[in-house]
C-alpha cells in the first residue's frame, strides 16, 4: 500500500531558530500535500496545501512567511517553521495525495515539535 | 461549508463493554467520503475505514462495525467487546474526495479500563 513517511518524528529546538520537517511519498507520486498542525488534546487543522510544482496555498491565519512549505518534486514536501518560538510547539502532519484514493492518502507519522 | 462533530470528548468502559463513538457531519455536496481514524498516544494516524455518500450498507470489520445513515448525516462507529488496546484518541473526518482536504471531528478519547 501506499507509504507515506515524514521526519524527523520529533524535534527539540532552540527558540529563534527554523525546524524543517520532511514529508516523502515512497511508493507513490503526491501530486498534492497537505499539512495539518494538531495542538494538544486538539483536533488537526489544515495549515496549507501544496501542489508540486507550484507555490503552497496557506489557510487563513497561517503566515506564510513562517511556515516555508517547499513541494519541488513527486516524492517529496518539506515544511520548515522559521523562527521558531515556543507557541510553535506542536504535532505537524503530512498528507499525500496520488491519483485518487488507490495511488495513496495516507498520513505521515507526524513529527512532534518542542521549542524551548 | 463542511464540519465534523463529535460531542463525546472522552469515553471510559470497562474491558469487553460495546462502545459506540458518534459522529455527525455536514457537507452541501452530494459526493464525499467519510472515514474514521484512530490516533494512539505516539500520534500516527491509523486508517480504519472511508465510505463513500453513496454506499450507505453498514460495515463490520471484526470488532469493529460502522453505521452510516445519510438520513441523519451520522456515521458512528462501535467497538465490540472492547479492549486495552483499543484506548486512543478517535477521528471522525470528512473529505470531498481526492485531492481534497480533510476536515476532522474534534476527536474522542477512549479509555478502555483492564
Known amino acids: 500500500g501506499a507509504v507515506v513517511s515524514q521526519h524527523p518524528s520529533r524535534v527539540i529546538c532552540k527558540s529563534g531558530t527554523s525546524v524543517k520537517i520532511e514529508c516523502r511519498s515512497l511508493?507513490?507520486?503526491?501530486?498534492?500535500m497537505f499539512w495539518y498542525r494538531q495542538f494538544p488534546k486538539q483536533s488537526l487543522m489544515l495549515m496549507a496545501t501544496?501542489?508540486?510544482?507550484?507555490?503552497?496555498?496557506?489557510e487563513q491565519g497561517v503566515e506564510k512567511d513562517k511556515f516555508l512549505i517547499n513541494h519541488a518534486s513527486l516524492t517529496l514536501s518539506t515544511l520548515t517553521v522559521t523562527s521558531a518560538h515556543p507557541e510553535d510547539s506542536s504535532f505537524y502532519i503530512c498528507?499525500?495525495?496520488?491519483?485518487?484514493?488507490?495511488?495513496?492518502?495516507?498520513f505521515g507519522s507526524g513529527t512532534r515539535l518542542t521549542v524551548v | 461549508a463542511q464540519k465534523v462533530t463529535q460531542a463525546q470528548t472522552e469515553i471510559s468502559v470497562v474491558e469487553k463493554e460495546d462502545v459506540t463513538l458518534d459522529c455527525v457531519y455536514e457537507?452541501?455536496?452530494?459526493?464525499?467520503?467519510l472515514f474514521w481514524y484512530k490516533q494512539p498516544p505516539s500520534g500516527e494516524l491509523v486508517f480504519l475505514i472511508r465510505r463513500n455518500s453513496f454506499d450507505e450498507q453498514n460495515e463490520i470489520s471484526g470488532r469493529y462495525s460502522w453505521n452510516f445513515q445519510k438520513s441523519t448525516s451520522s456515521f458512528n462507529f462501535t467497538i465490540t467487546a472492547s479492549q486495552v488496546v483499543d484506548s486512543a484518541v478517535y477521528f471522525c473526518?470528512?473529505?470531498?474526495?481526492?485531492?481534497?482536504?480533510?476536515?476532522f471531528g474534534t476527536g474522542t478519547s477512549l479509555t478502555v479500563i483492564p
Open positions: 473526518a470528512l473529505s470531498e474526495g481526492p485531492g481534497n482536504q480533510f476536515y
Open positions: 498528507s499525500a495525495q496520488g491519483q485518487g484514493w488507490l495511488g495513496g492518502y495516507t
Open positions: 511508493d507513490f507520486q503526491a501530486t498534492t
Open positions: 457537507t452541501r455536496d452530494t459526493t464525499y467520503y
Open positions: 501544496s501542489n508540486e510544482g507550484s507555490k503552497a496555498t496557506y
